[in-house]
């Protein structure tokens, strides 16, 4: 006679074991703890087994029913469901191991030390918000180019183009790195060439060239009021050619104030290399005006609130905003742009430039000795540092300015 749920749940425990048959080789197993596991006794090949099919009431009556009829089907076929039960379980399992989140975190452990922190923070986020919550658990080889479009496509739509084809590029990696390690058989990437809409993509940040208005800014620069940590970062920036994270995150113990050089270690460098920066004598001056205040602790501008982390990376950006200065019209990396687009109008030696910068080294040969790069060029970089931070002055004072051009 079939079983019904009111006898199910009627059926108290016993001393030992008991079962409740449905039909069909289903049964209840209840057991004196008070478990009630569904089984289904079958026969293959001449031999009694036994299959697991979940627990009650997790399993209802209805459910333990249909896993029974889909066992019948697979013994009528000459499968035995218990030995197609765990072949499938294991390809769940292996499925599991080599999903394109488990890939794509072990592809990203081996690259990351070889990243800058804010450049592997940047791809990870990406991959955790845009990518994984839709095809993170999906096995990395079976993702096809249509899958992947899809995905990508929902970046799209809210705007993020740019967003989209980084994270593109980022999936492509992954995707290659998986083909290389046996994981998958292609990499779907490439497929998609043309399938998301161009971006311009605008490497030039807003800066200020024109002497005139170079003067006003100078000028503009001490005279802003909020707190002295982001006003001598502010002012700091336009003497050292350095991008701003790697004034924000300055540390006492990379400069040598008597000595007017700043050492920057590897680590905290785009390019992985170290990098000197010498200190003109109005940067000494800065430095001095605010080490009273945050010299005790390890940052030159430390937050407002958390004086063990750096100032804010907005900190800088938002005072120019409030002294006028429009997103379109200036920004902290701007710095660079000013002193690399002036210099090379005057005529200094590119070569100067680019280093006092921390660009990549272009010439192979060179990039091999990189150790030795940082080094290069210190007495000259030295007087160009010091006669850019006396033009500037000039232009600051408001007097007719001779630009100053290399011997």
């Known amino acids: 006679m079939a079983l019904t749920a009111l006898e199910i749940n009627k059926a108290a425990p016993r001393e030992s074991a008991f079962k409740l048959t449905d039909g069909g080789g289903l049964f209840l197993l209840v057991q004196p703890n008070g478990g009630k596991y569904w089984r289904l006794a079958y026969r293959f090949n001449g031999k009694q087994k036994m299959l697991a099919l979940g627990v009650y009431p997790d399993v209802p009556l209805a459910l333990a029913r249909q896993r029974r009829d889909d066992a019948r089907k697979l013994l009528a076929q000459d499968v035995d469901p218990g030995e197609h039960k765990k ?43 845009d990518i994984f919550p839709w095809m993170g658990n999906r096995p990395v080889g079976a993702i096809e180019p249509p899958e992947l479009l899809a995905v990508l496509r929902r970046i799209e739509a809210r705007g993020a183009l740019e967003t989209a084809h980084r994270a593109l590029a980022d999936v492509a990696r992954v995707f290659a790195y998986a083909v290389a390690t046996g994981r998958a058989q292609r990499n779907p990437a490439p497929d998609l060439r043309g399938a998301l809409p161009p971006y311009r993509k605008d490497k030039h940040f807003a800066t200020i060239t024109e002497p005139a208005k170079i003067g006003e800014l100078m000028r503009a620069i001490p005279g802003y009021s909020g707190s002295i940590v982001t006003r001598c970062a502010l002012q700091l920036s336009p003497y050292v050619f350095l991008r701003p994270g790697e004034i924000r995150k300055a540390q006492w ?127 000259e970089r030295t007087k160009m540092m010091q006669d850019w931070a006396n033009y500037l002055d000039g232009l600051a004072a408001g007097g007719i300015v001779i630009p100053f051009r290399a011997a």
């Open 87 to 129: 072949a499938a379980k294991a390809a769940g399992a292996e499925a599991a191991a080599n999903s394109f989140e488990v890939v794509a975190r072990e592809w990203f452990g081996k690259h990351v030390p070889n990243w800058t922190k804010v450049h592997s923070d940047k791809i990870i986020q990406r991959l955790e918000r």
């Open 253 to 379: 113990c990379e400069i040598d104030l008597d000595a007017a050089l700043w050492t920057i270690p590897a680590e905290r460098m785009k390019m992985r290399e170290p990098h000197l920066v010498p200190l003109c004598h109005q940067a000494v001056a800065i430095l001095r005006e605010i080490h009273p205040l945050t010299g005790r602790g390890k940052y030159v501008f430390p937050g407002e609130r958390d004086h063990d982390r750096p100032m804010s990376d907005n900190a800088v950006r938002s005072a120019l905003r409030r002294m006028g200065y429009g997103n379109d019209e200036m920004t902290p990396h701007g710095f660079r742009a000013m002193a690399s687009t002036t210099l090379d109008n005057m005529g200094y030696d590119p070569k100067l430039i680019e280093r006092q910068l921390a660009h990549e080294e272009p010439n192979k040969v060179k990039a091999a000795y990189k150790r030795e790069l940082w080094k290069m060029y210190l007495p």
